[in-house]
């Protein structure tokens, strides 16, 4: 198919071997991650969008080790936050501590001034603890005491949480969970992936032999590629249909927001980038739009099962919203 990208505003992927690296980073996550291409290539997908992602399931399959691989395929700055009942917000953001030598507050950065934060069992956490991260993923900034200290960049948080059926867990803010670019349930592993987890993982983790195959530098050369993939007015149109509709379907008493939509915008553009292209496909938008769309939507009525509720409304909307109105 013949590209319909502006030459002036196109992505260059040959700035960099975009295809080579980032085919490097999701083999490096597949020695580690058995069965689960789909989840890692959406976390690159993230990465490369400039979002952060949530990974929601049941405790053992993988959630924190596939945060972690993807952290360890970057020769960046890493931190871990075990989020509790007890953690407090400062245990996050960092504290100004007095310093008496200076008679002056001294700001002490928390663990969140890394590049990759991966945030553990977030939904363990009260809701003031979570708040303190609303902030640093979508200003990118912490503010204590009225200064603002500036987060590394690339910055990207990846998340785990438990269901909320399980024991302990705290349900993620509206506001927060519109903070994610995607969420990600990883599911049970198949047969032949849990068998080959059996016979790899027993005596040693591969996550131990994992090296870094990109540095900083690269990671920002494969954004910036990614940024500048050209969209069509007619996608951006569809994008906001797509929206509009989700505002207005009978089963949704929330719908999704401006910033859901851009996210959505950003995540079709790593995806075509990864396929190769440097335009954007409404195919893109429709694949991507459940991983991005659905944990921000809330349906009209409490049920056993919401989230099949809001699929269901989400696969109605992506059927019926055309991509061109006028052959709709």
Request: proline share 7%.
């Amino acid at each position: 198919m013949a590209s319909n990208a502006d030459p002036g505003t196109a992505a260059d992927l040959t700035e960099a071997p975009f295809a080579a690296l980032t085919t490097a980073v999701l083999d490096a996550i597949g020695t580690v991650i058995d069965g689960k291409a789909d989840a890692a290539r959406t976390a690159l997908t993230v990465l490369l969008a400039e979002g952060h992602l949530l990974l929601e399931d049941v405790p053992g399959v993988g959630k924190t080790l596939l945060a972690r691989s993807l952290a360890r395929t970057i020769d960046a700055t890493v931190s871990r936050i075990q989020f509790t009942p007890d953690l407090l917000p400062s245990d996050v953001t960092g504290v100004a501590i007095f310093d008496q030598r200076t008679t002056a507050f001294e700001f002490r950065p928390g663990p969140v001034f890394a590049h990759l934060v991966i945030a553990d069992e977030i939904n363990r956490a009260s809701a003031k603890t979570q708040s303190a991260m609303l902030e640093c993923m979508e200003e990118r900034q912490v503010t204590a005491d009225g200064v603002t200290h500036l987060l590394p960049e690339p910055f990207m948080v990846v998340a785990t949480q438990n269901p909320l059926e399980m024991e302990g867990t705290y349900a993620l803010p509206e506001a927060q969970r519109d903070r994610f670019m995607a969420r990600v349930a990883l599911g049970y592993p198949d047969e032949d992936a849990e068998i080959t987890m059996l016979r790899t993982h027993q005596s040693v983790s591969p996550l131990e032999e994992l090296r870094p195959v990109i540095g900083l530098a690269e990671v920002a050369s494969l954004i910036r590629q990614v940024r500048a993939v050209y969209v069509s007015d007619a996608v951006h149109a569809y994008v906001v249909r797509i929206g509009a509709a989700t505002r207005t379907h009978p089963g949704l008493a929330l719908g999704a927001s401006p910033r859901a939509l851009l996210q959505l915008l950003r995540a079709a553009k790593a995806e075509a980038a990864l396929s190769g292209r440097d335009w954007v496909l409404p195919d893109d938008v429709a694949r991507l739009a459940p991983t991005v769309l659905t944990h921000r939507l809330v349906p009209v009525r409490r049920s056993a099962d919401p989230e099949a509720g809001v699929a269901d409304a989400l696969a109605s909307i992506l059927r019926s919203v055309p991509v061109d109105p006028g052959r709709g």
